[in-house]
């Protein structure tokens, strides 16, 4: 394997392309579009148009001219095709936190003989955080249970469940929970199935309504290219939209420019937004949603399977008796979009790789994790980032004292 | 009176050179800036630099390089100056609705005694939504008890109140409450107060530490400038920052990147926040609300006084026997920055209007809504809009059939 074989890989994939459409700086490698997804060149115009004609120009008219007011139910339905949901059942709104709030709030008063909420202890914090804070509020004995590995989920399920979350794809090992066969196991319990799809929309096929989800959440700024802080999205299953949401606002109201005293809520997703949504926000999420559909699920899975594989290959053979571990699934299906390392020093290491110019993420205590997002991560790209990353260790180039000192990192 | 005194009005205004601050179309006069404030011309420019070098550049480095994870509370400390709370006590975050949610809640548990929630029956009615949705969610007795009006306030006072929520300056009449008497009528009953202050910040002198306010929350697209559907702001004095809150998301989280299983509230307003921050919306936000930092709020006031007094004396000289009534406070002093103006026909007049270059708001069922906007609203504007409104009257020109079309409006 050379890294002509590199080049030749990026010159068949049919993927090529939309490299192009994309903003990225000179030199630098980026395997962490799974925190935040890169600008796709098309988003400084929409948002320059958005802001200088829509809002300078139309001003409060743009809420009914130019679409404003059906905002999250478009990009909504527009996540719903990357996701597997047929129209009418996902709002791009507020932020995943948010959403996870009201979908475990409906998913208890849907149940309300049960008390417990099923979870991962390495479920990405904000989840299990929301959950705490929902436990607390509600009192009368509701309660987290939260289980080690999957293999633990059966066992954690009984009749006193009301709701599991879980995270498709783990946000630190990549681990792909079977989706399918988890919510009819949760259902087969009498239990109602969240996923948090955060690590998983536009990385991988996904077939929510299929599977029989009840609900899902996920992030616009990841794979979805929608922009730091970009808005979250939320899928309700049609059979659970009359449900009842505790954050009843407006936006969720049956006739919001009505101003109706009482809340009467609205038929359908709409029920489940809340404030006022950012049209800036919404508008850059939509242009990077807009470019994925251009995209093949397919090709994209095909390729992100064959770029991780390429990186664990040339791992092994560069970095060969370097006390990197693979922290991830070794079985190639049971992975999302990314591949852990383990090592102590994963720090320093990481801080060592994005000064050579090759950007993944540290997550604490000790992963280095890399992210492919086959839209515009090349082959040569996998190869380059896995020729830094044996310098970097054989050379001891992470012993630096500037890669030491330990900062906030996200 | 004549224009040319109005044009004086201008040359002599203290806070003209704003208005080259702002994108306005040109011919149109906007008096809706209560509803949608205005584009700041810096505005384009901040979210291009943004978007092209902190997002498309500096990628997931710019969450430190660039401050990306200070924004809520920088952008909050901007708007405190604006509302008179001292620093580490507002954070921009979230919508007002979500915002209303957190304090009401906090409310509720700081006053385990007590299940009245107190509001106005012509609040703003995101506010009621909310109330309600969380009054069915917590279940337990609690209440929404509506006043109809200021005077019955001291009468819905008890002690079953756990707290008053209000808006300072009603949306639809433009009546100011007094804040800081009202807040110390509530604190004298043993309850707690939340400000709405959706149609102050930014339009009139505001000293919400002062006041003794306990929580307050308002809206960034009126008068702070902040675009479609900005980020809202949270005030939590910090007497109550330990109060837990519901929507404990992650950046609520002591330490947000250490990716703890268990949620440890943060210290101080940070608590307060909930999921990652929309980094483009709260760029934009703090040009405009930069850019009222400019200005002295003694003059946006004097100066809004004026306008509101110009605009009467011109609709009673110049719209006599019109059928229009005055929907606001005659008192100045009792009014927000705002004259609303009922007739029967609001609705075909405002689109009459609205076709003739001049943009104010309808408000159902028979409500004209002008506001002021001093930053940018020029006595000219005034006097133009009030010749529009007499012609459009006087020749019945809202009587043409488009006019009469009810279409959705916000």
Redesign the interface.
Known sequence: MKREDCEALDREDPLRPFREQF???AG?I?L?GN??G??PRA??AR??EV??R????D??????RNG??DIPQRVGDKIGRLIGAAPGQTVAA?????NV?KAL?AAL?LQPQRRVIVSE?GN???D???A???I???GGGYQLR?IDSPEDLPAALDASVAVVMLTHVNY?SGRLWDLAATTQAVHGAGALMLWDLAHSAGAVPLAVDDAGADFAVGCG?KYLNG??????FLYVAQRHQHA??????????AA????????RPAEGIARWL?????????S?LEVGVDLLLEASMAQLRAKSLRQCELFLFLVASQCKDCGLQLASPSDAARRGSQICLSHEQAWPIMQAL?AQGV?G?F??PDVLRFGFTPLYTRYCDVWDAVAVLSRVMRQEIWRRPEYQTR????
């Open positions: 903003e990225l700086p630098l980026y962490d925190s935040l890169a600008l988003t400084a948002l320059a802001t200088r829509e809002w300078g120009q001003l409060i008219g743009s809420w009914n404003w007011v507020d932020s995943t936190s948010i709030y709030s008063k202890r990405f914090p904000t299990l955080y929301i705490e804070g929902l607390a509020q509600l939260l630190r700024y922009g730091p802080g970009a808005p979250a009842a949401t505790p954050l009843s606002g407006w936006f969720g109201h919001p420019f009505a101003f109706e005293t009482g809340y809340c404030g006022t949504p950012s049209v800036l926000a919404m850059a994005i950007v993420d997550r604490a900062l906030v990192v996200t």
